[in-house]
């Protein structure tokens, strides 16, 4: 009779052959972003407009394929570093749309639509497709988006994480990784129930919290997360509120607003980008400490502060190291 530990054995490899995904089948036809994509076969270079898109392909094991990358928050994942460190970086923010097509790219992976889009800064889809240059644009920030709408777009339809999970497996099936993206969504998938549970099993009021990505200036309004996000989404997931109602992705909000909401925990993101002075963390840190308004919030007074990745706070693999530090830090906080 076999063993307990053998039949155990049997049974995960077994599991582990029903899980293994078929390869992909070319032609490939993809619908994104209300357009039709068709690859004869995977891509041998790609280039990247944006961090999320960027590390997605690191993740599935396909970053030799990158032939330039563009448009970063953070420093890259040190997991990556190495393989980063052999890709031209185009630029720090928006490349040109020159720099691009100069990599002869067989797909251009883009994180935001007004990037490459209707109006996008970099070009529209269809000057890259006239060079059949087929452009992949991260499904979070067109489904259920109006882009023409707001700054960085109008919500009409709250942020599902399954559009994460859909870029994962899109993208996966592009470059014929079905398994590697199959593996990377079901650990998603626990890691995220994971955090909700964390928070969940602490009795309580729920905590209510706002998101201060950058300001254009810090003595003006600063752009906020609004409801129905991305980073909103992980404060709906771990049962915590959103002060801002707003449906903008990121919409301007007075302070004087802010601190009456008077909100549990601030949450301000971290990043390398320059354009704006506030997206210096350091100087977030200040100005809460110093402004007559901000200083006397009680979040501010008591330090429940979160730092965050500002690219933990998009459609991005770091998504979820974000939520989990979100619930860590909401779980000590509520102590």
Not at 175 to 193: M, N, P, S, T
Not at 203 to 223: H, K, M, N, Q, R
Not at 303 to 314: E, F, K, N, T
Request: with cysteine; aromatic share 8%.
């Amino acid at each position: 009779m076999a063993s307990g530990r053998s039949l155990a054995l049997a049974a995960a490899l077994c599991l582990s052959s029903a899980a293994m995904a078929a390869p992909t089948q070319y032609p490939l036809s993809i619908e994104n972003c209300g357009q039709t994509l068709t690859f004869a076969q995977a891509p041998e270079n790609a280039v990247t407009i944006g961090q999320a898109g960027t590390e997605m392909l690191y993740e599935l094991g396909v970053g030799e394929r990158l032939a330039g990358t563009s448009l970063w928050f953070n420093p890259v994942l040190p997991r990556f570093a190495e393989q980063n460190a052999r890709v031209e970086r185009l630029a720090d923010n928006d490349p040109s749309f020159e720099s691009v097509i100069g990599k002869r790219p067989g797909l251009v992976a883009v994180q935001f639509e007004w990037m490459v889009g209707p109006q996008g800064v970099v070009g529209t889809r269809e000057q890259f497709h006239e060079l059949k240059i087929p452009t992949y644009i991260l499904p979070s920030d067109c489904e259920g988006k109006d882009n023409l709408v707001g700054a960085d777009g109008t919500r009409l339809q709250a942020f599902n994480i399954e559009s994460l999970y859909k870029s994962v497996d899109q993208l996966a099936q592009i470059f014929d990784v079905q398994d590697k993206g199959q593996e990377l969504i079901a650990d998603y998938r626990k890691r995220v129930q994971a955090a909700a549970q964390r928070v969940a099993a602490h009795e309580g009021d729920p905590l209510s919290a706002v998101f201060w990505f950058s300001s254009a200036d810090l003595e003006i309004d600063p752009y906020v997360a609004g409801r129905q996000g991305v980073a909103d989404s992980m404060l709906t997931t771990l049962g915590m509120q959103n002060i801002i109602d707003s449906n903008e992705e990121w919409p301007t909000v007075g302070w004087e607003t802010i601190a009456k909401a008077s909100p549990d925990i601030l949450i301000i993101a971290r990043m390398d980008r320059r354009r704006f002075p506030a997206d210096d963390y350091e100087k977030k840190l200040a100005f809460l400490k110093q402004d007559p308004v901000t200083r006397n919030m009680d979040a501010v007074k008591n330090d429940r502060i979160v730092i965050m990745d500002a690219d933990a706070m998009q459609a991005s693999i770091r998504y979820i190291d974000g939520l989990e530090q979100l619930a860590e830090a909401s779980e000590s906080f509520a102590q």
